[in-house]
């Protein structure tokens, strides 16, 4: 079973940026996807971004593409989520996914393993 530990989350003023992290505690971190998903209060979690074992493939939702970038060292078991030009509206606990199969897939979020989740909040 997958642990995966969030933080980096914070408060920023708009425009500004954070760097999120994700720590798995398993052995072959290499060959599992992983991912970001995000919930704003009141709102379903919404999918952020992915990358696949390699690094080499990844997914973006439209509203972050080209603010964010996802990015992965599996020497450290780390994944990460570049956040710049950050509005009020992403504002959300983000939350980490690791999905064994190696890719990221429509049902990830459903057979995937979750992080406790890690609070961002843009000011405007």
């Known amino acids: 079973q997958v642990q995966l530990v969030e933080s980096g989350g914070g408060l920023v003023q708009a425009g500004g940026s954070l760097r999120l992290s994700c720590v798995a505690s398993?052995?072959?971190?290499?060959?599992?996807?992983m991912g970001w998903f995000r919930q704003a209060p009141g709102k379903e979690r919404e999918f952020v971004a992915a990358?696949?074992?390699?690094?080499?493939?990844?997914h973006y939702a439209d509203s972050v593409k080209g603010r964010f970038t996802i990015s992965r060292d599996n020497t450290k078991n780390t994944m990460y989520l570049q956040m710049n030009s950050l509005k009020p509206e992403d504002t959300a606990v983000y939350y980490c996914?690791?999905?064994?199969?190696?890719?990221?897939?429509?049902?990830?979020?459903?057979?995937?393993?979750w992080g406790q989740g890690t609070q961002v909040t843009v000011s405007s």
């Open positions: 996914l690791a999905d064994r199969r190696g890719d990221y897939y429509s049902d990830s979020s459903d057979i995937g393993s």
């Open positions: 398993v052995r072959n971190f290499n060959t599992y996807a």
């Open positions: 990358i696949a074992w390699t690094g080499g493939r990844t």
